[in-house]
């Protein structure tokens, strides 16, 4: 793998279409193995919280019944990497749709910091750190993952049989 893990070929900018396929993404942390749906990479800068939303939207359809609970989950991550991590610094956000037997599975991909673990406030006064619970509430499942390259974090939301 290269040393940085973007390419400037890579980045969408705010409001143009993009190659998705295109990337580093090869390897890099799994993303890029089946049953990946799609992937892109977005600037650290916050425009892309919206341009977030509107790519999920434009690869799972408007009509997903848990799109909504999937774009505020996904908003709450992205904004968190743009407001404690690298990616703000000239840096990118990796967002990558992964499609399982029985759900669906978001990563958000940062570029790391100083701050090594998202914190949940344990305080209903703390300015920040209420994005956290709201993905514990809204998603089935989320972990995050640190290493060198920065830090993965994903969330999980089940499919239910269409009845």
């Not at 009509?63 to 990497?81: G, Q, Y």
């Not at 759900?103 to 949940?120: F, N």
């Not at 089935?140 to 939301?157: A, M, N, P, S, V």
Request: charged residues 25%; hydrophobic residues 35%.
């Amino acid at each position: 793998m290269d040393a940085a893990p973007y390419r400037d070929s890579d980045v969408v900018t705010s409001g143009s279409p993009a190659d998705s396929a295109a990337g580093p993404c090869g390897g890099y942390r799994g993303l890029s193995a089946p049953p990946l749906l799609e992937r892109k990479i977005f600037p650290g800068i916050p425009s892309s919280v919206g341009d977030v939303r509107h790519f999920l939207r434009e690869v799972l359809g408007a009509d997903h019944p848990a799109l909504d609970r999937i774009e505020v989950c996904a908003s709450e991550l992205v904004t968190n990497c743009i407001l404690h991590t690298d990616s703000d610094k000239g840096g990118h956000v990796l967002v990558a749709v992964h499609v399982r037997a029985d759900r669906l599975r978001i990563y958000v991909v940062d570029e790391g910091g100083a701050c090594t673990e998202p914190q949940m406030r344990r305080s209903g006064f703390a300015e920040s750190g209420h994005g956290l619970h709201l993905v514990e509430e809204l998603a089935d499942g989320w972990r995050t993952q640190l290493d060198d390259e920065g830090r993965t974090t994903w969330f999980d939301i089940r499919l239910q049989a269409h009845r």
